[in-house]
């Protein structure tokens, strides 16, 4: 099986940045996409961006332009760089790694993010 653990939550002014860290262990046979989900108190997850294992980005509307997904896969590490934060971006983010081919879903324990002044 696959662990995620996440790490760089914490607190933050608004407009400050963060950069969050996603570790993959385990049996990664594929990681077809990798990429960060967010949760707020009464709201479904929401995908923030995914990374495909060539590259290809994909970001919500909302944080285009300011946040960044990057991957090192030599690393099994997905990364996600996020400028001019913003309090509506306050959210439990969970890693999440998708292999298509196996058809299996993993997932972070989740990191908080705190946006506020």
């Known amino acids: 099986q696959v662990q995620l653990v996440e790490s760089g939550g914490g607190l933050v002014q608004p407009g400050g940045s963060l950069r969050l860290s996603c570790a993959a262990s385990g049996s990664i046979f594929s990681s077809d996409f990798m990429g960060w989900y967010r949760q707020g108190p009464g709201k479904q997850r929401e995908l923030v961006a995914r990374?495909?294992?060539?590259?290809?980005?994909n970001y919500a509307d909302s944080v285009k332009g300011r946040f960044t997904i990057s991957r090192d896969n030599a690393k099994n590490t997905v990364y996600l760089q996020m400028n001019s934060l913003k309090p509506e971006d306050t959210a439990v983010y969970y890693c999440?790694?998708?292999?298509?081919?196996?058809?299996?879903?993993?997932w972070g324990q989740g990191t908080q993010v705190t946006v506020s002044s």
């Open positions: 999440n790694l998708r292999n298509l081919g196996y058809s299996r879903n993993y």
């Open positions: 990374m495909s294992s060539g590259g290809t980005a």
